[in-house]
Every structure is written in C-alpha cells, then in structure tokens.
C-alpha cells in the first residue's frame, strides 16, 4: 500500500539553517531509501540560481542524488516522466502566489498530485509548506500579508515563520476570527508531517521550536500547542 507523505516547514533546511542538518535529514528519510533522488523546485523565488547553487552545494552533506527543476529553463522531454523518476520533491520558499500560477500554466500541479499519490514524498518551506493547504498566510503581495488559496491536496490553513516574523501571529489570528480555515501555524525550525493526508507529528530542528493549530470557537481564536519532537 503507498503512503502519501509531506511535510511542511514553517522555515528551516539548507536556505534558513545550513549549519543544521536535522529537519532536512528527516526529510529525505522519509524515502525511505539509501540514496533518495531529490528535485529542488525553486518556482517561488522565481528558480533564482543562486538558491539552485545553494541546494547542490548543501545537499554534499547528505547521501543524496540531487536535482532540481527550473520552469524558466525546463528539462528537455517529458516533464511528468521527468517528476515521476524523483523521491523526494523538496519546494523552496519565495512568493507563492507566483509558484501556484505557474504551476498551473505548466500543469506542473496535476504532475506533483500524480507523483505524490504514486508515493513520491513532497515537502519544503515557507511557499514550499503553504502550497499543499487548501489555503492559507501569504507575503506574495508586497506590503501586507493576504489569504491565499493553494493546492488543497492537505485540508485547512497553514501559516510558516509563526515566530520569525512578528507581524504573522497578528496577522494569523484576524484571518482565523474573519474565516480562515483551522490549521497548523509552524514556527521557523519546525515542520508539521502528515500521512495519508492525516497530522502524524510536529517535529523541529531546534528545541525550541513548535507548531501550533488555531481554530475559531464561536468568535474567539483559540491557539493550541502542539506537542513538537526535537529531532536532535
């Protein structure tokens, strides 16, 4: 039986920790294989190269087989062979917004929900958490933080850099008492795992780090902490 894996960071991994290793092995065990093929989609920051640079350059310390997918210089062939051959589809922060709209030109979406339901683990981020929601907190529009709707393949809200931004628990808590969907606010160094599309853990890189779900009782935001494993 395949089980449909993701995990969704508030912030972390190689581009927000490089000298902490933990949230992106935990990452890639998910595999569950000794050299798991991972592809770096970079489509927030608009496949800046020196984000790409960084993943290869990082992923030296893992046991890895790195790749990654830019939309501005696409592989030659089959994009959806080309997704299906990866593990591990690791999502970078950046504009979310952006990242869904062209995942939707290129079909690159329809492509990502095929490869997770044949198993392929997906992950990331700040956009790379928010995305698999069906909605959530976004910086996309410069100057103010907005709902925005995502790809729905996880039920409910997401909210990353809970405690690395100040203006986002504000923020958050208005969205939840106007409407926003219950779910899962992570700080930076902790990521929320799901299987099967149902809340499995919390985990984090740093000791300190949690993940928290916010839900609406008759008109008061209600915060609950989440119980978070440090994975170090």
């Known amino acids: ?12 991994g190689f581009s927000m920790e490089p000298g902490n290793l933990l949230l992106d092995q935990f990452f890639f065990s998910l595999a569950q294989k000794s050299r798991p093929n991972v592809c770096f989609l970079g489509t927030a920051s608009g496949d800046s190269q020196g984000y790409i640079d960084r993943f290869y350059d990082y992923m ?14 696409a592989p030659v062939g089959s994009l959806r062979d080309y997704i299906l051959s990866k593990d591990v589809l690791y999502v970078g ?6 990242l869904m709209a062209l995942w939707r030109e290129w079909g690159l979406d ?14 990331g981020l700040s956009a790379g958490g928010l995305c698999w929601f069906e909605e959530g907190v976004t910086d996309s529009i410069p100057g103010k933080l907005t709902k925005l709707s995502c790809m729905n393949i ?33 700080d ?19 000791s300190t780090a949690h993940s928290y779900y916010l839900k609406n009782e008759e008109g008061l935001v209600v915060e609950e902490k989440i119980s978070t494993r440090f994975l170090g």
Not at 93 to 98: A, D, E, F, L, Y
Not at 157 to 181: I, M, N, Q, T
Not at 191 to 198: I, S
């Open 1 to 12: 039986m395949t089980v449909r894996k993701v995990l969704a960071m508030g912030g972390g």
């Open 60 to 73: 030296k310390d893992h046991e890895v087989s790195p790749s990654h997918l830019s939309l501005f210089k």
């Open 93 to 98: 922060g950046g504009n979310t917004r952006n």
């Open 110 to 123: 329809k492509i990502i929900l095929e490869a997770y339901q044949r198993g392929v683990v997906i992950g």
């Open 154 to 186: 996880l039920s409910g809200s997401f909210c990353p850099h809970y405690d690395g931004e100040a203006e986002r628990k504000p923020a958050l808590f208005e969205f939840v008492k106007d409407g926003l969907k219950p779910g899962y606010a992570c």
């Open 188 to 206: 930076d160094s902790a990521a929320v795992y799901f299987e099967n599309e149902k809340f499995v853990e919390s985990v984090s890189s740093v």
